[in-house]
């Protein structure tokens, strides 16, 4: 079953603007993840958020984590063309590393 | 090596034969999964590997699906009788295990059943 959701399924915006993806989810979680898929094929780790943090950069991305509404989000400003990929957040439960439970992703373009 | 290597990347098959994929995980990530992911879908867990333990089978979707780990390293994922739902990319991923470890993915397995 799908853990994470994310929200919107799909965004449209100008290079240069910046872009915001939602993820949400329904158990306790020990971190939560944000992965990058390019045209199908291989998904690349973004950035990892715990449980304990609030909010975590790298370079131009800012994630934000909400446990007591068991959401998340992730801002990549000054958006560029090379940006436009599927984005997955994946939820890391408690107690467990057995798995990562991902939702259906995230489509963002961004036009040049 | 560097990275997650899968292979191969692409493969077509007639409906009805076995076709099995291959991982090879970074070296020294104890933990290894396969996912599988359907056009436009988010990614399906199958089976996680750890160290010596038993593995977690619980995503498999049907016994035509099975998977070894040989040596603590190499995975490979057996689909037997394959069918056209069976059409999707296959994910390996790997990590040093643990909770709250990166897991690092390959670029996985398009696989076409006619």
């Known amino acids: 079953s799908q853990q994470g959701e994310e929200d919107p399924q799909a965004l449209s915006i100008q290079e240069g603007e910046n872009a915001t993806m939602n993820c949400s989810y329904k158990?306790?979680?020990?971190?939560l993840q944000w992965y990058r898929q390019n045209s199908g094929r291989g998904l690349v780790h973004l950035i990892l958020?715990?449980?304990?943090?609030r909010e975590k950069h790298s370079g131009r991305l800012r994630v934000t984590l909400d446990t007591s509404k068991k959401s998340s989000s992730l801002l990549i400003t000054a958006s560029r063309a090379a940006d436009t990929a599927s984005y997955f957040c994946?939820?890391?439960?408690?107690?467990?590393?057995?798995?990562?439970?991902f939702g259906s992703g995230t489509q963002l373009t961004v036009l040049p | 090596g560097a990275g997650v290597s899968q292979s191969p990347s692409n493969k077509v098959t007639e409906k009805g034969k076995d076709v099995e994929l291959r991982c090879d995980p970074i070296?020294?990530?104890?933990?290894l999964y396969w996912y599988r992911q359907s056009l436009g879908q988010g990614l399906e867990f199958l089976i996680y590997?750890?160290?010596?333990?038993?593995?977690?089978k619980s995503g498999l979707p049907s016994d035509r699906f099975s998977a070894e780990r040989t040596g603590g390293s190499v995975s490979t994922l057996t689909i037997q009788r394959t069918q056209q739902e069976d059409s999707a990319v296959y994910l390996c991923?790997?990590?040093?295990?643990?909770?709250?470890?990166?897991?690092?993915f390959g670029e996985g397995s398009w696989l076409t059943v006619v």
């Open positions: 994946a939820t890391g439960a408690s107690g467990s590393a057995r798995q990562l439970t």
């Open positions: 590997f750890q160290g010596n333990s038993a593995p977690d």
């Open positions: 158990t306790s979680i020990n971190n």
């Open positions: 070296s020294g990530h104890t933990a």
């Open positions: 991923a790997s990590s040093l295990g643990g909770v709250g470890n990166t897991i690092y």
């Open positions: 958020i715990r449980s304990n943090e």
